[in-house]
């Protein structure tokens, strides 16, 4: 049986333009004009003026397109981006040859975080002069990827209670085996171990201090800005909950955010910001049952922001007794109607419950009630709980339950992006620490994502028309900015003699 074979000749020298080797619907090819098309000033890149003294830096464009390209590629750690710029030859052709250190690709990722963030900004907004975002439905959904942070290196106060028990169970151990030590070489031995263990525990009581000062609940010593999550399936892990939001005409990002450890605080400051981003009046947002927080949607109904977020399962649906459902509320009386036609009412007070205020409800005719054991477990009878913004609730599970195909939407709309990012591309863990430079990372891998999905979208031939067109644009902006410079100098400069 034959076998290909090469024709080329390894030591024959050939002629081979990189225009060439690079295919016509190469990714490599939008990157570079999306980028060339960045106004890189104004989004706050820094380098992008050519410095007059030392060494030439590289402009930010050609270390911005290594970035988009590598991150689309799963090539994130600079060490990999930079063995890419030898042998890769998209990339000769995209840096026109230029192969930056390892360190210099580090410190641009490291020193352009706030950029970052202004570019996928940037690139939603002209998304949305595209029309290919509307902004009209939102999904807003999570997920966790891991820090430069190990599990051993964070502490709550738990796992230090119990590693100081063991430190000193260790250290009686060891004064034990002090008293019995028969010679010298042995007690010093034994000596240096009890130290050993008084320095761990003087380290672990540091945290504490640390802990009860702060008074935050758990501390990560790598990356203060970490958290432990919850990875998947009860896998607790020290990592971020990434907030995306998602529009649902075209499944393109809007925006992130990895301030949150779980996603019950997270919709209004979400939608929010999509909203404020995006400039329009009204939104609707969908969200799962992760979101439904009655706060929260009160603040996102106060923003005009209309909710729809898969309703909680109240905690007596649990226990088999009288799911909150069997209650009926009147508004205008506040009080709550029981199965066996009871008025239940509160007494006015408002209690504080974790971050809001409830009010109790309750009726004294639960003492001889005939259905008491399906309804209570208490001595004291029924008492019905209701938030201060519980009607936000009722009102999402209304909108909920009329419109159960557009809330099955949200699925659709988020989850297909996570599985690319984290299984395509390998985003399940940052290479970055602190909470902003894991968002500028976060908005990096999402513009290359809106990018990809663009180039599915439109046709290829008309998104390069697109670029081309703002990059004339933005080159014609220059231009005349360039002439108004000129003008505003040659036309201040004799005042500025007169002034002195
Ligand atoms: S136990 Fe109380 S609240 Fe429950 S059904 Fe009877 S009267 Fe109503």
């Known amino acids: 049986m034959h076998h290909l074979e090469s024709e080329i000749d390894r030591s024959q020298i050939s002629m081979i333009a990189l225009e060439e080797m690079v295919s016509e619907n190469s990714y490599a090819r939008l990157v570079d004009l999306f980028v060339e098309a960045l106004p890189m000033e104004e989004l706050g890149f820094s380098h992008t003026k050519h410095e007059k003294e030392g060494r030439p830096p590289y402009h930010p464009k050609v270390l911005l397109k290594l970035y988009m390209y590598g991150y689309r590629h799963g090539l994130r750690s600079s060490g990999k981006l930079h063995q890419a710029c030898m042998v890769n030859v998209e990339l000769w052709w995209l840096l026109k040859g230029l192969k930056p250190s390892q360190r210099t690709i580090c410190y641009f990722r490291k020193n352009n975080a706030k950029a970052f963030r202004a570019a996928f900004r940037h690139f939603v907004l002209l998304l949305k002069d595209w029309n290919l975002i509307d902004g009209e439905t939102v999904a807003i959904d999570s997920f966790k990827i891991r820090a430069q942070n190990s599990l051993k290196n964070n502490f709550n106060q738990g796992k230090i209670d119990r590693h100081i028990d063991y430190i000193d169970g260790k250290i009686e151990e060891y004064h034990v085996a002090l008293d019995l030590a028969d010679n010298e070489d042995t007690r010093t031995e034994v000596e240096q171990k ?49 907030q995306a939001g998602c529009d649902s005409k075209h499944k393109l990002f809007i925006n992130a955010q990895t301030g949150n450890v779980n996603d019950t605080h997270a919709l209004a400051d979400m939608a929010i910001e999509a909203k404020e981003l995006l400039g329009l009046e009204h939104m609707n947002t969908l969200t799962d049952k992760g979101y439904t927080t009655a706060e929260e949607m009160a603040r996102c109904a106060l923003n005009n922001i209309t909710t729809y977020s898969s309703p909680k399962e109240s905690a007596a649906n649990k226990t088999n007794l009288f799911d909150l459902k069997c209650f009926k509320y009147d508004q205008q009386e506040d009080s709550y109607t029981c199965p066996a036609e009871q008025t239940l009412r509160s007494n006015g007070n408002q209690y504080k419950k974790g971050n809001t205020k409830v009010k109790h409800y309750k009726t004294k005719a639960c003492k001889g009630c005939s259905l008491r054991t399906q309804c209570t477990n208490s001595i004291n009878g029924r008492v019905i709980e209701r938030g201060i913004h519980q009607k936000f609730i009722e009102e999402n599970q209304k909108r909920v339950d009329e419109n159960p195909d557009y809330y099955r939407l949200r699925q659709q709309v988020t989850e297909h992006q996570f599985g690319t990012l984290k299984r395509q591309w390998g985003f399940t863990y940052t290479l970055m620490k602190g909470k902003e430079n894991v968002l500028s990372e976060v908005n990096l891998i999402m513009m290359c994502y809106n990018l990809r999905r663009v180039m599915s979208i439109l046709d290829k031939n008309d998104l390069k028309r697109r670029l081309k067109d703002l990059i004339l644009d933005f080159l014609e902006r220059m231009e005349r900015n360039k002439a108004f410079l000129s003008w505003f100098y040659i036309s201040k400069r004799p005042l500025q003699f007169i002034n002195l």
């Open 194 to 242: 009890i130290a050993y263990q008084h320095q761990k525990r003087a380290g672990y009581k540091f945290i504490e201090k640390e802990l009860q000062e702060t008074g935050a609940t758990q501390i990560s010593t790598t990356d203060t800005d970490a958290r432990a999550v919850v990875l998947h399936r009860n896998i607790v892990n020290v990592g971020y909950n990434v």
